[in-house]
């Protein structure tokens, strides 16, 4: 299961690769048939966005070129385990679903590894990616190999949408448990509330500016614009299993044991460490919802 299956638009500055996608052809207009794409290129032949599970292997091909690097190299031979272990390596805290952290102290981890044209990452080491970045691979679904308390932050930007309820509450009683007196939690999510309120608009602004920011994008051909069409996507597309307003996310927390964290909702790039909320992306910021639940017994 890759947490990064959802595309992401192309960075000049960042140290990763992504397919050549050309701009979409089609007008604004409205349709009712699939949308199709009407260059030769191949990642778009007979894409249809009615099809969810026959999408599956386009979003795979944007994980496997994202999970693509040039230089792999192992610094650490395990998983660092105690704070003063991740104290050694430089790094305060980790960033999941994230093939290169942008956090200078932090560690990333995915399900998936990262692979050149010779190697590939695998379960255990820490990697330094492009010499740069820290990534080491992890499954959420099994308890973290990480002591308690061992670190002040983690940070989950579009991960929790993509695994069922179950295994998103026991990698939050995972989080909790390794977070430091006082450590952060920043989770960022397609937020259910705006994609409502987006069906309910009749000038439908929301749904608008969301199908504008995938053309930028140049993720596929344009989308469907009917707004059934437009709600159904956000549970059936890019591997998602279960969509999240505030209550849902507070009620999973809840399950997963914070009831004695300082829990609130926050804005894009704003929380309880600026560092941390930096690491918002801005292509997302149209439709996700950001909370943040701060450990008991510390400064923040």
């Known amino acids: 299961m890759a947490t990064t299956a959802e595309p992401e638009p192309a960075r000049p500055e960042a140290a990763r690769s992504e397919p050549a996608r050309p701009e979409a052809a089609r007008s604004e207009a409205a349709r009712s048939g699939p949308a199709r794409s009407e260059t030769a290129h191949p990642l778009f032949a007979d894409w249809d966005w009615e099809d969810p599970a026959g999408l599956e292997a386009r979003t795979d091909a944007f994980t496997e070129n994202l999970a693509r690097c040039s230089t792999i190299e192992v610094i650490r031979p395990e ?14 805290g980790i960033e999941f679903a994230a093939f290169r952290t942008r956090h200078p102290h932090g560690l990333g981890t995915d399900l998936v590894g990262l692979h050149t044209d010779s190697e590939a990452t695998r379960p255990g080491p820490v990697y ?3 010499g740069a970045a820290l990534f080491t691979q992890l499954d959420i679904s099994r308890p973290l190999p990480i002591a308690d308390h061992s670190v002040d932050w983690v940070y989950a930007e579009h991960l929790i949408e993509h695994v069922p309820l179950g295994t998103a509450v ?10 430091r007196p006082g450590g952060l939690l920043r989770l960022t999510t397609p937020d259910l509330a705006r994609y409502i309120d987006g069906y309910l608009d009749g000038q439908e602004q929301f749904f608008r500016r969301h199908r504008r920011r995938l053309r930028t994008m140049r993720v596929g051909p344009p989308m469907p614009e009917r707004r059934a069409f437009m709600l159904n996507q956000i549970f059936y597309h890019f591997g998602h299993r279960w969509i999240y307003d505030e209550a849902e996310l507070r009620h999973v927390l809840d399950r997963a044991g914070y009831h004695e964290f300082a829990i609130q909702r926050r804005e894009f790039q704003l ?13 997302r910021k149209d439709e996700s919802i950001y909370l943040e639940a701060v450990a008991p017994g510390g400064p923040h």
């Open 79 to 92: 998983m660092p385990y105690t704070h003063q272990d991740f104290q050694e390596l430089g790094v305060t």
């Open 128 to 130: 330094r990616i492009d």
């Open 170 to 179: 026991h990698w939050l009683a995972e989080v909790r448990r390794i977070l």
């Open 271 to 283: 929380g309880a460490r600026p560092d941390v909320a930096d690491l918002d992306t801005a292509f």
